[in-house]
């Protein structure tokens, strides 16, 4: 969930940080951040895929 919140939306680590500490997970930002390098690309290309796969549904698309 962390890894997404950081792909989906534009945050910084430490945003992401403060999001979890609020909801009582303490988490370093570090630890996002190798999360976002382990995993990243990974969600980063499904949600590409569901977009494209949803814009093609448009007639002006080629």
Do not use: K
Request: glycine share 6%; with cysteine; charged share 25%.
């Amino acid at each position: 969930m962390v890894v997404l919140m950081y792909v989906r939306f534009p945050l910084l680590l430490r945003n992401v940080e403060d999001l979890l500490f609020e909801r009582g997970i303490d988490v370093c930002h570090e630890t996002v951040r190798f999360w976002w390098n382990r995993f990243g690309l990974i969600f980063a290309g499904d949600i590409r895929r569901q977009r494209v796969s949803a814009m093609r549904g448009f007639r002006h698309w080629p």
